[in-house]
């Protein structure tokens, strides 16, 4: 009786957190698609600011304080066997630390946004995903060197198949037919390589952060995180966009707007909005999984948004991009299957309730208990 009854709050708990991870799977695979679209409408209807592009990205961050609120906070407490001095000094060392953390990584995340602006401005949207979806060979790469994460035949096969996806498309002649130069075409290509490899460090990095700087898996923890690196990511690019003098070009850029000035500002709230709902999400997926998990079902929503560009753009859909699409998707699977095994391990080895994590090592098992 006392097992069967103890299974039940188990079960239970089992279900809920697998609602929750459901939800925000939701938040990344339709948000990551509307933003990535509404991103490229601003542009195909007259929007030339990069820097605008890069602000929309991270604007919305303070919706995070909301979202925190309504999420419930676990305080740890503290130790009464250090005297007040010493934990005077530790509270100033960790500020100073978490601090600099934040900076560095805000400002990591102010050039991805800017550099996928870049990408976003030259390339077919269609094509500007499936580069992106490289992300997931540089996640692989930096938690390779960053958390010991292990290199598998899946994972190997995973990662060949989404290099030879991108490979192809620089022998693509999209140039030509979408009235952008060679050598933008090629900026382009270079910006949006450069902006994934960025994402797949950022993604690396958190995971890191968490275990070791912050040492704190808490939702709270997460979400302050992305918050204030989301702040000062917004305040890099506010000063560049004011240093460049675009601002002074907006409101030209409103007037001229294909779809009209209405249109534009609901074109930019919107994708503030969507972006924002896409971070609760990947925040969601971080704290209930781990980063490479949540990065898993980014990749998974990419080859979503080429389709839609087909629909919503007329993006040409020659053969070498469909043999692209089908090798990311067969990259995806692949990587998915790992992850799907490591869980399968875990839970045989420790007894760790039905929950998706990665490979990986003790310390990130730790953070289950």
Not at 216 to 232: E, G, L, R
Request: with cysteine; charged share 15%.
């Amino acid at each position: 009786m006392d097992s069967e009854s103890s299974s039940v709050p188990t079960s239970k708990k089992n279900r809920k957190r697998w609602l929750h991870i459901f939800i925000y799977s939701f938040f990344v695979l339709s948000c990551q698609a509307t933003a990535t679209i509404l991103g490229r409408l601003y542009y195909t209807n007259g929007g030339k600011s990069i820097w605008m592009g890069s602000l929309v990205q991270l604007i919305g961050f303070p919706v995070l304080v909301l979202f925190r609120f309504f999420s419930t906070i676990r305080k740890q407490p503290e130790t009464t066997t250090t005297t007040t001095n010493t934990r005077s000094f530790r509270k100033l060392s960790s500020f100073t630390t978490i601090g600099s953390v934040y900076i560095g990584i805000g400002l990591l995340v102010s050039a991805i946004c800017y550099l996928s602006s870049f990408g976003l401005l030259y390339l077919p949207v269609s094509t500007f995903s499936l580069i992106w979806a490289s992300q997931l060979v540089f996640t692989a790469f930096f938690s390779y060197l960053l958390n010991s994460q292990k290199f598998t035949p899946f994972i190997v096969n995973s990662l060949v198949l989404l290099i030879i996806s991108s490979i192809l498309l620089v022998f693509n002649n999209e140039s030509q037919t979408t009235k952008v130069s060679k050598g933008k075409y090629a900026i382009g290509f270079l910006c949006t390589v450069a902006a994934s490899a960025g994402a797949g460090l950022l993604l690396s990095l958190v995971q890191l952060i968490l275990r070791k700087v912050i040492k704190k898996n808490t939702f709270s923890v997460v979400i302050d995180m992305v918050f204030y690196q989301s702040m000062v990511a917004t305040c890099a690019i506010l000063a560049g966009l004011f240093a460049s003098g675009e601002w002074k070009t907006l409101t030209g850029e409103m007037r001229s707007y294909k779809l009209g000035e209405v249109s534009y500002v609901m074109t930019l709230v919107f994708t503030a909005i969507a972006w924002q709902v896409y971070t609760i999400g990947l925040v969601g997926l971080i704290f209930e999984s781990s980063s490479v998990f949540s990065n898993a079902i980014t990749a998974v929503g990419l080859p979503i948004v080429p389709i839609l560009a087909v629909i919503v753009f007329h993006d040409k859909m020659d053969g070498t991009k469909v043999i692209s699409i089908i090798l990311a998707i067969w990259g995806f699977i692949s990587f998915g299957y790992q992850h799907y095994l490591d869980d399968k391990k875990l839970k045989n080895l420790e007894g760790i309730p039905d929950l998706p994590v990665s490979s990986l090592d003790k310390e990130d098992k730790q953070a289950w208990r």
